[in-house]
Every structure is written in C-alpha cells, then in structure tokens.
C-alpha cells in the first residue's frame, strides 16, 4: 500500500467530529477537537454566522448555522450551546445515532435529563456531560486518598463574570463542586439545607448549601460570583487524614496520623504537599470521550452522573427558594 492510500485509509478511519456553539467554550472545544490524533473537526456550528467561520476557517473546517447540518457527517458532537437549547440539540443528535458531550449544566430539567440518559442507553450511545474538574489535576491527585470522607467544605467564589448569568449560580459554577462531592462520598444525599440570592442578575448569585449523606458525611458548599476576590479551595475531613486543595496556590495539603497513632502533638503528624500544575482539563475530558467513542464503555462523567449532580443542584434551589419564602424576601 502506498503512503498515499495510507494516509486516505488512515482519514477515513478518523472519528468525524463536530462541535455546536462558537462562544467562549465552543471556541475551545473546537481547538481541541482539531488537535487530536485520530479524529477530524468536520463542521463548527452557531446561529451566527460569521461566528461559526471565525471558528470553523482557521481549523480547516466547514462552519454552519443548523447543528442538523452535521447529521450524517459526524460520528460524534461537542455540544456548548447555551444551557435552554441543551434538550433539543442533544436529542437531535442523539436520534440520528450521533455519540454526544454536552457541556453543563446537562439539560435545564432533571425530568429531559433522564429522557436523553435513557435515550443514550437505548441506542447504545456514548453520552459524557462537561463536568470537566473530574479532569483536573487536583481531582485526580487527591481521589486515590479519599476512602471515607466525613466533612467536606467547598468554597469557589469570583467576580461578576460577563458571560454565562443566563443559569443561577448553582448550576453555573457550584455545580462542578456538586460533582465532585457526589464523586468522593459514595452515599445518597439525603437532606438539603440552602441559601442564596440574586445580586446582580435575574437568579442566585451567591449560594451557600449544606448536604447530608446517609452515611454520616456533610459538606458545605458555598459559591458566588459576586466577590471581591477569587477563592477555590477544598477540604477534605476523613478519620485518618486532613486535605486541603488550593487552586489559588495550585497546591494540595495532606496532614495525616503516622502509624495510625493518635498524635500527642504536630510533630507526631505527617505532613505533605504536592504542587500540581494547571493542565489542559479540556482536552483531557474531550480525549476521555473520543476514546470512549472509539472503544464502548461507560464514560468517565456519564448521562447518569450528569442527572445526579442536576438533581442535587434542583434540590439546592428549591430550598433556597423555600428559605427566602419563609423569611418573606423576594
């Protein structure tokens, strides 16, 4: 076989991919997609034109304003579309047989999440939501240590952003922190306890929740974008081990009991920490999902994960509403 026909065998064996949405994190997902080894960016799709051009021309790729356009041209879809057209867009794709990673928050209902994960599973279809600090450095340096949390406090806090105050904060910002709690404490939440009000936008823009696991574990989750300064920390209380995240600082901190002995003072407890860099958690979330494609299996953030942090993120606001109502406030 020649090098040519190599190279055309190699081509057509690519997994086609398209990508929905031009905006600030359509942009990076079409940069990704093209990046990859073994794939191919065929269409970049927005309702704007020239947006999805401006998009699509550098990458060599073919810019459209339907993402029905892509419809037996792609084997799989990068869905960043605003959180309302998530449903209709997913669906499509879904039905015509296309594999399909919806960014978060997965849909804007917990009752058309579910639809789209049984969906999914029905036409054996690879469905991955964009919970993308599953991929982080972090994450991935301290879920090995984590074996029976018993406290967790989560706080990621910001500026007023210019982009993405269409979705309260829960289910803009806290819902990457829902995820991961949901990830490390392998028990149903069983009571919710939230507060949180609009600031300077139509929904919360801060919000503080405490949930309760049925195996004992609380966390506190609090988030905002209406700070002064930015904040992201962890912490991480379990009955042999203190950690602490700090993305500010890029560092984890680990303060354990040496010898499983009760410490008599600081000097008998082991201390550790760990720098970690701020990777590409994008493409690794994007590569994670074309393997998957390529492969079959379960997908590391599946349909089933995405429904359960909306469903916590649902129970949150409900009870922020519920706890403004009781105190007669707007």
Do not use: W
């Not at 998009?55 to 810019?63: F, I, M, N, R, S």
């Not at 037996?72 to 499509?92: I, L, Q």
């Not at 919970?131 to 991935?140: C, K, M, N, T, V």
């Not at 989560?154 to 995820?179: C, E, K």
């Amino acid at each position: 076989m020649t090098q040519g026909a190599e190279a055309q065998q190699g081509a057509a064996r690519a997994l086609r991919l398209g990508v929905v949405g031009a905006g600030h994190f359509g942009r990076y997902h079409a940069q990704k997609c093209a990046a990859l080894d073994g794939a191919r960016l065929i269409a970049v799709v927005d309702i704007d034109e020239e947006c999805a051009a401006a998009v699509a021309d550098p990458l060599g790729a073919d810019a459209a304003t339907d993402h029905r356009a892509l419809i037996g041209r792609v084997d799989a879809a990068s869905v960043a579309v605003p959180a309302a057209a998530h449903y209709a867009v997913v669906k499509d794709f879904l039905d015509a047989g296309i594999h399909v990673l919806v960014e978060k928050p997965f849909t804007e209902s917990v009752a058309s999440a579910r639809e789209l994960t049984a969906l999914a599973e029905a036409k054996g279809l690879v469905l991955q939501v964009g919970l993308i600090e599953r991929f982080s450095d972090a994450f991935q340096a301290i879920a090995p240590r984590i074996a029976r949390p018993l406290y967790i406090e989560s706080v990621r806090v910001s500026p007023f952003p210019q982009r993405n105050t269409d979705v309260s904060v829960v289910l803009d910002v806290m819902i990457h922190d829902i995820d991961i709690i949901l990830a490390l404490v392998d028990a149903p939440v069983t009571e919710i306890d939230a507060v949180g009000t609009p600031v300077f936008s139509a929904s919360e823009d801060i919000a503080n929740a405490r949930l309760k696991f049925a195996n004992g574990c609380v966390a506190n989750v609090t988030a905002s974008r209406v700070s002064l300064k930015t904040e992201r920390t962890l912490r991480i209380f379990q009955p042999d081990m203190y950690i602490k995240v700090d993305h500010g600082e890029r560092s984890v901190s680990i303060a354990r009991k040496k010898d499983g002995d009760v410490p008599a003072s600081m000097e008998s407890v082991a201390l550790e920490r760990t720098d970690f860099e701020q990777g590409d958690a994008l493409m690794r979330e994007i590569e994670s999902f074309v393997r998957t494609v390529e492969t079959g299996g379960i997908p590391a953030v599946s349909g089933a994960d995405g429904v359960r942090s909306l469903e916590v993120a649902h129970r949150i606001t409900a009870s922020m509403s519920e706890n403004r109502a009781a105190l007669n406030l707007p």
